[in-house]
């Protein structure tokens, strides 16, 4: 069996910079030991062509080298050579093409986006084929395929999955979206597994360990991932929402795989819909709950410590509602409420040191599943993910589709549109979902006592998103779901008509405070550059070095002064008076261009 070795620290042969003058696709070529193509051809030299070739070249993405934080290509990347790609949080944009294909080399890819790819075949998002694969912190998401993988397909090739997600993609698709391509009838390929990720490879290693597997379709069997044949290690790993034409929702397993502390939710598919093993499979101090026309199909070569919720699989353990909160991290996680059967009933013998998130587990009193309970830290919610869903299934009933699971193809509607008059989250996609809460789910005494004033939990997949209170003052706030206990992040909250307003980009509990919570102090105010906006003080006003009432006085500002702002808090301007920069109060100045 071949064992994976990519490492994220390996030593380095050649440093190359995209920028403005060396774009992506010619850092990738001089990697590669090829020639270079005008425009931004101007790269370091790479490995491959140099002397001595002692290792993997890095290449680092620069802001310079992006519009707007996007690369987006005209060509596929095709590796064949040992790269490591530094993304930086940036994004690469497929534009209808896939977007790494790796023959005969490795590719380590750490903190980048992979979307919008989309291969005639196999690979939409990176297909990689005698080679070594590895993710670090990464996303692979809306890919596509028309034949298998429509995330990763990996063929004879070695994949290592850390800290990232593999989200909504999909298989069968026959024209790239947005795009004139097309793939006929009669060239259609045969093979839609794994919409997700498609891993084949009889002396090779899969490898997943804090990551997430969620929305994504399969027009064949094995939505999540498909396991043709190799070995298949997936470990804290959550895998929810994906959606299979036949068989395995989840997983489907042809290959030797072993799955611990793995959590298995509300996934569909004709049967098996959270697990369907055609091999070999030991599960693990895992959750299988709420997938649509069984948890789990086959027979398992180990079920131990284990919760199947409808005893499928011939399991004989736990199987009593989880009791889960859906917190959504990155990647989204379910921690069991206070009072799950799940806390403490791991089998000692196969709990792993740390959970989805990296918090340590007890070694001989683990939590079943792939995220650990922390006391006190989430008792506030007390309805779990599974009763959360169940509206959104009776409002798909009542639109038509069957509960049975037939139609899988369907997303759940977003409960974001159907909150009370008084909360808008127009156009919520429907894999984000809302809920509104009262004090027990804001669960923050901070947020409480100053008298909160309207809270809608958001969660599921989380894109950038408006989301409005009806109140004519107030500041906006976000529980971050991906902190324990949750932090107070303050938001750019912004006037528009009759409502207060800010974007909501991860998933949590959006708070409308009072318009003096964020001058009590309690959490710093959020901070944003103006430009083109300039501010008149209505009366004589005090300089200040910082945006509040306590800091020290600089000078004095003359009523009628006329200043250009350059940034900008909830209520107050920075201006630059006299040779003295600081901050006004928003209260007593006349305003004049853009600056909200």
């Known amino acids: 069996m071949a064992i994976l070795l990519l490492q994220a620290g390996a030593a380095l042969a050649a440093d190359i910079n995209v920028d403005a003058d060396c774009s992506l696709a010619n850092a990738i070529r001089s990697a590669n030991g090829d020639d270079q193509v005008a425009p931004g051809n101007s790269c370091e030299v790479g490995d491959a062509a140099a002397a001595d070739n002692t290792g993997s070249d890095t290449v680092t993405i620069t802001e310079a080298g992006t519009v707007e934080?996007?690369?987006?290509?005209?060509?596929?990347?095709?590796?064949?050579?040992?790269?490591?790609?530094?993304?930086?949080?940036?994004?690469?944009?497929?534009?209808?093409?896939?977007?790494?294909?790796?023959?005969?080399?490795?590719?380590?890819?750490?903190?980048?986006?992979?979307?919008?790819?989309?291969?005639?075949?196999?690979?939409?998002?990176?297909?990689?084929?005698?080679?070594?694969?590895?993710?670090?912190?990464?996303?692979?998401?809306?890919?596509?395929?028309?034949?298998?993988?429509?995330?990763?397909?990996?063929?004879?090739?070695?994949?290592?999955?850390?800290?990232?997600?593999?989200?909504?993609?999909?298989?069968?698709?026959?024209?790239?979206?947005?795009?004139?391509?097309?793939?006929?009838?009669?060239?259609?390929?045969?093979?839609?597994?794994?919409?997700?990720?498609?891993?084949?490879?009889?002396?090779?290693?899969?490898?997943?360990?804090?990551?997430?597997?969620?929305?994504?379709?399969?027009?064949?069997?094995?939505?999540?991932?498909?396991?043709?044949?190799?070995?298949?290690?997936?470990?804290?790993?959550?895998?929810?929402?994906?959606?299979?034409?036949?068989?395995?929702?989840?997983i489907l397993n042809r290959g030797d795989a072993t799955l611990t502390h793995v959590t298995i939710i509300e996934n569909r598919a004709e049967a098996g819909a959270g697990i369907y093993d055609e091999n070999t499979l030991a599960l693990y101090n895992s959750i299988l709950t709420g997938n649509a026309n069984g948890d789990c199909g086959g027979e398992l070569e180990a079920n131990i410590g284990n919760l199947i919720r409808d005893g499928s699989c011939e399991h004989v353990g736990l199987s009593a509602d989880p009791q889960l909160l859906l917190l959504a991290g990155a990647p989204a996680y379910y921690a069991p409420n206070l009072g799950s059967p799940v806390i403490d009933a791991g089998d000692s013998a196969h709990c792993l040191a740390n959970d989805q998130r990296g918090i340590l587990r007890a070694p001989d009193a683990c939590d079943i599943g792939a995220a650990e309970h922390e006391a006190g830290a989430f008792s506030f919610q007390i309805q779990s993910a599974i009763a959360a869903q169940a509206a959104a299934e009776a409002s798909a009933d009542a639109d038509g589709v069957s509960g049975d699971g037939e139609s899988w193809e369907e997303p759940a509607g977003s409960l974001c549109n159907s909150l009370p008059v008084h909360i808008i989250l127009a156009d919520a996609p429907g894999y984000t979902h809302c809920r509104e809460v009262d004090a027990a789910g804001v669960g923050n005494n901070t947020l409480i006592d100053y008298g909160f004033i309207y809270a809608v939990d958001i969660f599921g997949q989380i894109d950038s998103l408006e989301a409005c209170f009806v109140h004519d003052s107030g500041t906006i706030v976000l529980l971050d779901a991906a902190f324990s206990p949750r932090s107070i992040v303050p938001l750019r909250t912004w006037t528009s008509a009759d409502r207060r307003c800010a974007i909501i980009d991860r998933a949590g509990t959006a708070v409308l405070m009072p318009g003096d919570f964020l001058v009590a102090g309690i959490v710093p105010e959020p901070v944003h550059d103006l430009s083109g906006?300039?501010?008149?003080?209505?009366?004589?006003?005090?300089?200040?070095?910082?945006?509040?009432?306590?800091?020290?006085?600089?000078?004095?500002?003359?009523?009628?002064?006329?200043?250009?702002?350059?940034?900008?808090?909830?209520?107050?301007?920075?201006?630059?008076?006299?040779?003295?920069?600081?901050?006004?109060?928003?209260?007593?100045?006349?305003?004049?261009?853009a600056c909200e």
């Open 69 to 250: 934080g996007t690369i987006a290509l005209e060509a596929t990347l095709e590796i064949a050579s040992e790269v490591v790609i530094e993304g930086m949080g940036f994004v690469l944009d497929g534009d209808g093409n896939r977007i790494f294909a790796v023959q005969g080399g490795s590719l380590t890819v750490k903190d980048l986006t992979v979307t919008d790819g989309w291969a005639d075949s196999n690979g939409g998002g990176i297909l990689a084929i005698d080679s070594q694969l590895a993710l670090y912190n990464s996303v692979v998401r809306h890919n596509y395929a028309a034949g298998a993988g429509g995330g990763i397909a990996a063929i004879n090739s070695d994949v290592l999955l850390i800290d990232s997600l593999v989200s909504s993609n999909e298989t069968g698709v026959w024209a790239a979206p947005g795009s004139e391509q097309t793939v006929s009838e009669d060239d259609a390929p045969a093979d839609t597994f794994g919409g997700g990720i498609y891993f084949n490879g009889l002396d090779n290693t899969f490898i997943s360990d804090k990551s997430g597997l969620s929305d994504n379709i399969s027009a064949g069997a094995g939505a999540g991932i498909y396991v043709a044949q190799g070995s298949a290690t997936i470990s804290n790993t959550t895998i929810s929402g994906n959606s299979a034409a036949a068989m395995g929702g989840g």
């Open 533 to 593: 906006c300039s501010v008149t003080a209505a009366t004589y006003l005090n300089l200040r070095a910082d945006p509040n009432t306590g800091s020290s006085i600089l000078q004095a500002v003359p009523t009628g002064a006329r200043l250009n702002a350059t940034m900008r808090t909830t209520y107050w301007f920075r201006v630059t008076y006299g040779g003295s920069q600081g901050w006004l109060h928003g209260d007593y100045l006349n305003r004049d261009g």
